[in-house]
């Protein structure tokens, strides 16, 4: 299934595969040719376990059944405010943590505490279920090793929240579904998590010294970072609207949903970069008009960004 060789199917036949988080995670500096041996060494041990479906098959989570549910009714147009109400209170854990966003300053501005679910429903809204559904269904995947989590687990939490921000801002913006754009801007680094897992288990301490530089092996990282979270997708049977999307982010024709994450990841990336001084503000604001980003848009994203970096501990 994964190999270290690069995959020209379904890849974008007019541009290289942009790297841009792996220039923020190691180096913005791309040598070209050979690998390293490190280099080298360290994809062959991630590319074994990502083969071997019983190693794999304990890297990846169980989509937690509270979240199918909420997906199907996300997706069922019959669904309607009671059909969330009633999934929420079959999980115990879920509904106290409803009741406790739904508490915050953010949703609740009297002095009375929320303290039935249907009420706490309303204040948040589907797409606020859908952030503390797929938050909490991350935050089970994300390293918990200290080094590794100061290495990069951190960087793509920040990222995936990020993303999933400028997804909703600019779904909001262009009349999409913003729980669609939301949860899937959340989860569309998953494999990545999964890959950098691997690599950590397999390498130890060994990883902690790895500062990639070729632009070969950022590629092949970013390839296989695509086509993991593809396979999760797959594996989680989770809706077509999801899988499609996250498919087309290495081909040219994107539909709606697809597209809204193309221009929120690429653009979250670069806020990365810039705020990293490896670009310069004049070429990340061009960038935005590229991806044909409104400027409030922009605009929000920017202010929104820093708060999210500073509330990720």
Same mark, same amino acid.
């Given at each position: ?134 938050? =909490? !269904? ?9 080094? &590794?989590? %100061? @290495?990069?687990?951190? *960087? ?115 806020? =990365? !970069? ?9 070429? &990340?604001? %061009? @960038?935005?008009?590229? *991806? ?22």
């Amino acid at each position: 299934m994964f190999s270290n060789q690069k995959n020209n199917n379904n890849t974008l036949p007019t541009e290289e595969l942009v790297t841009d988080f792996y220039d923020v995670m190691f180096s913005s500096i791309n040598t070209y040719g050979s690998m390293k041996s490190l280099e080298q060494n360290t994809l062959n041990h991630v590319i074994k376990i990502l083969n071997n479906p019983a190693q794999l098959s304990s890297h990846i989570p169980n989509l937690p059944t509270m979240l199918i549910k909420l997906l199907d009714a996300l997706n069922d147009p019959h669904a309607d405010f009671f059909t969330f109400v009633e999934i929420i209170e079959l999980d115990p854990s879920f509904a106290a943590e409803v009741l406790k966003v739904a508490n915050t300053a953010k949703y609740n501005r009297s002095d009375k505490e929320i303290i039935y679910l249907r009420k706490a429903t309303s204040f948040l809204g589907i797409t606020g279920l859908m952030k503390i559904a797929s938050t =909490l !269904l991350m935050a089970d995947v994300i390293p918990c090793k200290p080094i &590794y989590y %100061k @290495l990069y687990g951190r *960087l793509i939490w920040v990222h995936s929240v990020q993303c999933a921000t400028l997804c909703e801002l600019i779904a909001r913006s262009e009349k999409q579904n913003a729980a669609d754009a939301y949860f899937i801007g959340l989860i569309h680094d998953i494999g990545r998590i999964i890959i950098f897992n691997c690599l950590s288990e397999a390498l130890g301490e060994t990883f902690s010294s790895l500062t990639p530089c070729s632009r070969e092996y950022k590629t092949l990282m970013t390839e296989m970072t695509m086509d993991m979270t593809y396979f999760i997708a797959k594996e989680w049977q989770l809706p077509s609207i999801y899988v499609e999307a996250l498919k087309q982010q290495r081909e040219i024709n994107r539909d709606s949903l697809g597209e809204l994450l193309y221009k929120a990841n690429r653009l979250s990336e670069n806020y =990365l !970069l810039f705020m990293k001084k490896d670009i310069e503000e004049q070429d &990340y604001q %061009k @960038l935005q008009n590229e *991806l044909s980003i409104t400027e409030k848009v922009f605009d929000e994203f920017n202010e929104l960004a820093p708060t999210i970096s500073d509330s990720i501990i």
